[in-house]
């Protein structure tokens, strides 16, 4: 099983930006973010495929950007104009196909990264 590890995480003001890493253990096809707010369901933010199709959640269109290095077997999340709403505990994760990350079964959780947005 991948071993994904995050990093970047950490309070920041409203308006303000954060970009967070997540570096798997060996190559990974298909990797995104999820997000799970205080008393909400994990939600997915951002995914993108080795060959780079990207999807987004429409509360970060605009504002995020997912990409990744192949060769570092890294995803990273770019998230510019933060808002309070973005708070929330942001996981790295990986599938076996584009389809299943959209739907949320999921091979391979990283173990989280705390994202606050408060002024």
């Known amino acids: 099983q991948v071993q994904l590890v995050e990093s970047g995480g950490g309070l920041v003001q409203p308006g303000g930006s954060l970009r967070l890493s997540c570096a798997a253990s060996?190559?990974?096809?298909?990797m995104g973010w999820y997000r799970q707010a205080p008393g909400k369901e994990r939600e997915l933010v951002a995914a993108?495929?080795?060959?780079?199709?990207?999807n987004y959640a429409d509360s970060v269109k605009g504002r995020f950007t997912i990409s990744r290095d192949n060769a570092k077997n890294t995803v990273y999340l770019q998230m510019n104009s933060l808002k309070p709403e973005d708070t929330g505990v942001y996981y790295c994760?990986?599938?076996?196909?584009?389809?299943?990350?959209?739907?949320?079964?999921?091979?391979?959780w990283g173990q989280g990264t705390q994202v606050t947005v408060s002024s």
């Open positions: 993108i495929s080795r060959g780079g199709s990207t």
């Open positions: 060996g190559s990974v096809i298909n």
């Open positions: 994760a990986a599938a076996l196909s584009y389809t299943t990350l959209l739907a949320g079964r999921i091979s391979s």
